[in-house]
């Protein structure tokens, strides 16, 4: 794929269809209102997008973009769209809801007790409140980007990968490779426990930075940004093949190292697949495949206790089984080793 563009400089790139891993439609707001949209091709190995067509006619769009995936697949240009089965979307109550219930909007009403319970004294007291209006704006300004980036999120099935819409003002669809997925993450803050809800996020290699020309910063690799944990355990097995399987809890004296985050420490491997829950607050579990492990750590602390770290390609993309035996740590890092030059044998996910 060629691609050119400049008035006064001029650029020419041309991009090896064997490489590309994802083919993106983005829709942002000023395009869409001249019924325009947005091409990035992703490339693997690339941190960024490697080449953008903007802006091209919405059905333009959507049919290069069918041509492309087709060509990369090495079927013709001309073959229809694969079909795709969508599997959930995210109502947009339970979005406001879970923007409304952060850390941010705790630490926005203690500020408003704090204004009225502040004594009376005149400037002082403006200026406090000055300062407290402030931090509500900028409160309600996160939660609503958070909305208007996630709204009608929806996440489907298809050949080529996870497909995933979403979307209010500027809108993105976006796929996601299998074979780009190096580890599944799935987070429960605090304050959604009571209602059962956590999120589930994918690491991506080559994940991209700040996306230009959207206003919707970095792309947030999330199949599930708010939604039932028995949804997400579902969703687990149908879309990424990850089976949970029993985890082991660290020893007690690790209570001496770590007495806050203790009750949610667990981990194990089936031989596969390497998974690890940590947490204080909020619990977040990883389950990582081995055969995109690219290295095994091993670290002795106090307490004659051991970490043994699983890393994968991505900036977040490790599991940590913290605070083991020594002895155990032992005998688990030789088996990740072993078990991870076995798993690259096995096919990619899906």
């Given at each position: 794929?060629?691609?050119?563009?400049?008035?006064?400089?001029?650029?020419?790139?041309?991009?090896?269809?064997?490489?590309?891993?994802?083919?993106?439609?983005?829709?942002?707001?000023?395009?869409?209102?001249?019924?325009?949209?947005?091409?990035?091709?992703?490339?693997?190995?690339?941190?960024?997008?490697?080449?953008?067509?903007?802006?091209?006619?919405?059905?333009?769009?959507?049919?290069?973009?069918?041509?492309?995936?087709?060509?990369?697949?090495?079927?013709?240009?001309?073959?229809?769209?694969?079909?795709?089965?969508?599997?959930?979307?995210?109502?947009?109550?339970?979005?406001?809801?879970?923007?409304?219930?952060s850390g941010?909007?705790?630490?926005?009403?203690?500020?408003?007790?704090?204004?009225?319970?502040?004594?009376?004294?005149?400037?002082?007291?403006?200026?406090?409140?000055?300062?407290?209006?402030?931090?509500?704006?900028?409160?309600?300004?996160?939660?609503?980007?958070?909305?208007?980036?996630?709204?009608?999120?929806?996440?489907?099935?298809?050949?080529?990968?996870?497909?995933?819409?979403?979307?209010?003002?500027?809108?993105?669809?976006?796929?996601?490779?299998?074979?780009?997925?190096?580890?599944?993450?799935?987070v429960q803050?605090?304050?959604?426990?009571?209602?059962?809800?956590?999120?589930?996020?994918?690491?991506?290699?080559?994940?991209?930075?700040?996306?230009?020309?959207?206003?919707?910063?970095?792309?947030?690799?999330?199949?599930?940004?708010?939604?039932?944990?028995?949804?997400?355990?579902?969703?687990?097995?149908?879309?990424?093949?990850?089976?949970q399987f029993?985890?082991?809890?660290?020893?007690?004296?690790?209570?001496?190292?770590?007495?806050?985050?203790?009750?949610?420490?667990?981990?194990?491997?089936?031989?596969?697949?390497?998974?690890?829950?940590?947490?204080?607050?909020?619990?977040?579990?990883?389950?990582?495949?081995?055969?995109?492990?690219?290295?095994?750590?091993?670290?002795?602390?106090?307490?004659?206790?051991?970490?043994?770290?699983?890393?994968?390609?991505?900036?977040?993309?490790?599991?940590?089984?913290?605070?083991?035996?020594?002895?155990?740590?032992?005998?688990?890092?030789?088996?990740?080793?072993?078990?991870?030059?076995?798993?690259?044998?096995?096919?990619?996910?899906?």
């Amino acid at each position: 794929l060629q691609i050119e563009s400049g008035v006064l400089k001029r650029d020419a790139r041309q991009l090896p269809m064997a490489r590309v891993q994802a083919v993106d439609l983005a829709r942002p707001f000023f395009a869409r209102i001249f019924g325009l949209a947005e091409l990035r091709v992703r490339l693997a190995g690339h941190s960024r997008t490697a080449g953008r067509l903007a802006y091209l006619a919405e059905p333009v769009a959507e049919q290069l973009r069918a041509q492309l995936l087709a060509v990369h697949h090495g079927v013709s240009a001309d073959a229809p769209q694969p079909t795709e089965t969508a599997l959930l979307s995210v109502p947009t109550n339970r979005l406001v809801a879970a923007s409304l219930l952060s850390g941010t909007s705790f630490a926005a009403l203690a500020l408003i007790v704090l204004a009225v319970l502040l004594p009376g004294g005149g400037g002082a007291q403006g200026a406090y409140a000055g300062t407290v209006a402030v931090y509500i704006l900028a409160f309600f300004r996160v939660a609503w980007r958070r909305v208007a980036e996630q709204y009608r999120f929806t996440v489907a099935l298809a050949p080529d990968g996870i497909r995933i819409r979403r979307g209010l003002f500027s809108t993105l669809n976006e796929t996601v490779p299998f074979a780009r997925v190096q580890a599944v993450r799935k987070v429960q803050p605090l304050l959604w426990r009571p209602f059962g809800w956590c999120v589930l996020e994918v690491d991506v290699a080559g994940s991209p930075g700040r996306e230009q020309g959207t206003g919707m910063g970095r792309v947030t690799k999330a199949l599930i940004p708010v939604g039932p944990s028995e949804q997400a355990d579902q969703l687990l097995v149908s879309l990424l093949g990850l089976h949970q399987f029993q985890l082991s809890k660290p020893p007690s004296r690790a209570r001496w190292k770590t007495p806050a985050s203790y009750h949610f420490l667990a981990a194990g491997t089936d031989g596969y697949v390497v998974a690890a829950t940590t947490g204080r607050l909020r619990k977040s579990s990883v389950w990582l495949p081995l055969q995109k492990a690219q290295s095994v750590r091993w670290v002795q602390g106090r307490f004659k206790l051991a970490t043994v770290v699983v890393d994968a390609a991505g900036r977040r993309a490790r599991a940590e089984l913290r605070d083991r035996d020594v002895e155990e740590a032992r005998i688990t890092f030789s088996r990740l080793v072993d078990d991870s030059r076995r798993a690259r044998q096995r096919p990619e996910l899906k």
